[in-house]
């Protein structure tokens, strides 16, 4: 749930295909075999995992419902271990609709006919969303939920007609890369992934490992010698494909940070194979290059290649596809080689590029923020323990280490099609952990480079994201994720100043975003899913909405909740992905206001997943204007 990736298809300006959005409860008899997990979920504020489960919930427990609860009783990050368990199971078919989603290809396709609200006419296109979806292979569960393989959703809407029954579909499918069909084929892990899963030694000597069931606990990952023997100077890491997903110049491409784009059917999901984004990517190379003027006779053939960013942005004004891709260098000191790239619509067709060398970077950074004229990357303060890595005994994330309570280094490029271009500069910026962007601009009185993004404050922290492995995240070892406010002075490259957003504060906000039109300008309000309103690291259950150039700049302490802010929770039982601004079909794109607010709900008492709609022009408190319910639980 924690990593939803949703788009709408882009035209113009929008995140749209333009052709010319409460409280659910489900009451079975189904009493639970077991309450091992029956616990209100620790966070980081109320680590204790043991606490008594109120009498209300419990019956809610029992019956398959939910507890009769207000938004005032709501965003104080209370969830049932149990119920975020579920949230990380497999993509599967349901209990009573054995035959609805096929277990191998990830394939189910119907018409979504459980509506409740009204759905707005003005709301027209596809929407496709991405995700980890399989867990595993033949009843062996992945160690991390982000090393799961891809799941995407196609769900269309057409426009409406006087003359036939306006009919939400939806698709599904797992990404089929070549590394899930060959794990599938063995029937066994064959590649390691980013966050820990990896092949175990060879069997006959360390044994096979106890296949408990996707849904189960995974088992130990296994001894040191196993795990040198399984992965010792393997360094090419799977290919997952489950990040993010973009629908640009006629391609559905599904991303992956640490490789080559998957290309897949817009119509049938099914998958194309790898995507080298116009000839700008090599395929079967490592992202891996020599440093200097290496004679390329010289150069092993499995690297040279490069791996492309997750997270491309469009431009509202020129429409491109702005990413970037990059590529370690063997020098010296850390380094990576960085190419940024601008496609146009029409056809994928290359625009401009430029490329550049970031230097001390051990870890290529996971989002970026855009300008009129401007690239930013944020680089974190993390290590690389190589030797834990070559050896195989820690995969590539749990080899970095973290330091909390260093500076972090904001780098601004030129767009290869700025009007302005300029000499990249590095700027020093105070201790955190930045993590995603919501929307950047050049502020036409001062100059400065404003940016927002959700991250962590400083802590002691010396773990990339660990907590994220086992079943579930533990949010007792996870930072609270909050909104920032970064302004930097490009004439003297420094920083200005870098604080929690105005209207944020003990707001646990991630996956941040503003309305596409407002990528490269002042937006007054971000959107992001909601974890609480007090301060503390927990399960996303709602969505917030972020007044950050006119909200308060208030100062609240650790457990007391912000009542100012506009919020929505669904409640204790439910839990929330990354929202998508959607502009309204005719709609004005000049008022960011029309627009509707996606996000993928699970009610984890039905044990379904639906999309919710926001009608934008309405506070968030008021609730959703429209859930479309799916016939299953989505990941």
């Not at 360094?235 to 006629?250: E, L, M, P, S, Y």
């Not at 790898?274 to 992202?287: N, V």
Request: aromatic fraction near 10%; glycine fraction near 8%; charge should be negative.
């Amino acid at each position: 749930m924690m990593k939803v990736m949703l788009l709408f298809l882009s035209l113009g300006a929008g995140m749209l295909v333009l052709g010319d959005a409460f409280t659910a409860s489900s009451v079975t008899n189904t009493v639970p075999t077991t309450e091992k997990y029956w616990q209100i979920g620790g966070t980081l504020l109320r680590p204790a995992q043991s606490t008594p489960i109120p009498e209300e919930l419990r019956k809610a427990l029992y019956t398959n419902t939910h507890t009769v609860e207000t938004q005032e009783e709501l965003g104080r990050g209370v969830f049932v271990t149990a119920d975020w368990r579920k949230a990380w199971h497999n993509y599967e078919s349901p209990p009573e609709d054995p035959k609805l989603i096929d277990p191998d290809t990830g394939f189910a396709e119907y018409d979504v006919t459980d509506i409740e609200g009204t759905l707005p006419h003005d709301l027209v296109g596809t929407l496709y969303r991405n995700g980890p979806g399989k867990f595993g292979v033949n009843g062996e569960r992945v160690q991390h939920v982000l090393d799961a393989d891809a799941l995407v959703i196609r769900v269309t809407f057409p426009p409406p007609s006087t003359n036939k029954e306006r009919r939400v579909h939806f698709r599904s499918k797992f990404v089929w890369t070549e590394a899930l069909e060959k794990e599938t084929e063995a029937q066994k892990f064959l590649y390691r992934g980013t966050f820990g899963t990896s092949p175990r030694g060879w069997t006959p000597i360390f044994g096979d490992v106890s296949r408990k069931g996707l849904n189960e606990d995974p088992s130990p990952p296994g001894n040191p010698i196993s795990l040198m023997a399984g992965n010792a100077f393997q360094t090419n890491i799977k290919n997952t494909a489950n990040t993010q997903v973009i629908a640009f110049g006629g391609k559905l491409l599904a991303l992956f940070e640490a490789g080559l784009p998957h290309a897949l059917d817009p119509e049938t999901l099914d998958t194309l194979g790898e995507d080298d984004m116009g000839g700008t990517l090599r395929k079967g190379r490592l992202p891996v290059k020599i440093a200097g003027d290496v004679p390329e006779m010289f150069v092993p053939d499995f690297l040279g290649g490069a791996a492309h960013t997750a997270h491309p942005n469009v431009c509202p004004r020129t429409g491109h596809l702005i990413g970037w891709h990059w590529s370690q260098l063997v020098s010296n000191e850390p380094s990576l080689e960085v190419t940024f790239n601008e496609w146009s619509p029409q056809s994928f067709e290359l625009v401009a590029s430029k490329t550049f060398v970031v230097k001390n970077c051990d870890l290529a950074p996971h989002d970026m923020a855009i300008t009129e004229n401007c690239v930013m990357l944020k680089v974190n303060a993390l290590t690389m323990n190589q030797g834990a890595f070559i050896s195989g005994l820690k995969g590539p994330a749990a080899s970095l280490a973290m330091d909390g309570r260093a500076p972090v280094y904001a780098h601004i490029f030129p767009r290869p099609t700025a009007a302005k271009q300029f000499e990249p500069f590095q700027v020093e910026l105070p201790a955190c952990f930045s993590i995603h962007f919501s929307h950047a601009y050049e502020d036409e009185v001062t100059g400065n480079i404003v940016s927002f993004f959700s991250g962590w404050p400083p802590s002691d922290s010396k773990d990339f994201l660990g907590a994220w492995g086992g079943f579930a995240p533990d949010f007792t070892q996870i930072s609270k994720t909050i909104l920032w406010r970064l302004e930097v002075d490009p004439s003297t490259r420094t920083c200005v100043s870098m604080n929690v957003a105005p209207g944020s504060a003990n707001a646990c906000a991630e996956h941040p975003l503003v309305h596409p039109n407002f990528q490269t300008r002042p937006a007054k309000n971000v959107y992001a899913s909601a974890s609480n309103l007090v301060g503390d690291s927990s399960a996303p259950c709602g969505f917030t909405k972020h007044r950050v150039e006119d909200g308060k700049t208030e100062t609240l302490l650790d457990g007391e909740k912000n009542t100012e802010i506009d919020a929505y929770f669904f409640g204790t039982r439910y839990f929330a992905g990354e929202p998508l601004i959607v502009p309204k079909h005719k709609g004005d794109l000049e008022d960011e206001n029309q627009a509707y607010l996606l996000g993928v709900v699970q009610d984890s008492a039905r044990d379904r997943s639906g999309v919710s709609i926001f009608d934008l022009e309405r506070d968030l408190k008021e609730g959703p204007v429209c859930i479309l319910w799916f016939k299953s639980s989505i990941p």
